[in-house]
């Protein structure tokens, strides 16, 4: 899928949040500016919230609350290791409720659920590829209804 510019990767995620339930994994993959944290920024708006969305490359995850659903935002770039991870607690997070975007899910291979839905994205020289595949029947209700 083409996105000519960062409307249209706001346009994608409009059509995305519409059809996010609650459980939902989503991972991120693309170079560093490819419109990872831009997808989410739009998805997280789409769905009414409001406040700032910034890529949580310290905090490495970010909790938000937007139409009685519960997001968690990881950009897992500057994870180290596994004890790292199970020092942070994060493994509680994945309660079957909450709806994850994970950014360079890679980082955390074996740690974290299996995608529902994967996002790659190339920066071309005018605008950006999506490439979106599903990988479990949820992943398939979403993309087969965008």
Request: net charge negative; proline share 3%; charged share 25%.
């Amino acid at each position: 899928m083409n996105l000519a510019d960062e409307n249209a990767t706001l346009a994608l995620a409009q059509r995305l949040a519409a059809r996010l339930k609650p459980g939902m994994v989503i991972y991120l993959h693309g170079d560093l500016g490819a419109g990872k944290t831009t997808l989410v920024r739009g998805m997280l708006n789409a769905l009414g919230y409001a406040g700032r969305v910034k890529s949580p490359t310290y905090t490495l995850v970010e909790p938000y609350q937007a139409a009685g659903l519960d997001l968690r935002h990881f950009d897992l770039y500057r994870l180290h290791n596994e004890e790292e991870w199970e020092a942070a607690g994060f493994r509680d997070e994945f309660d079957g409720r909450n709806v994850f975007f994970i950014e360079w899910p890679k980082k955390a291979h074996g740690l974290i659920p299996q995608a529902d839905i994967e996002i790659a994205f190339e920066i071309l020289e005018q605008g950006r590829n999506a490439e979106i595949h599903a990988n479990t029947q949820t992943g398939k209700q979403c993309l087969e209804q965008l």
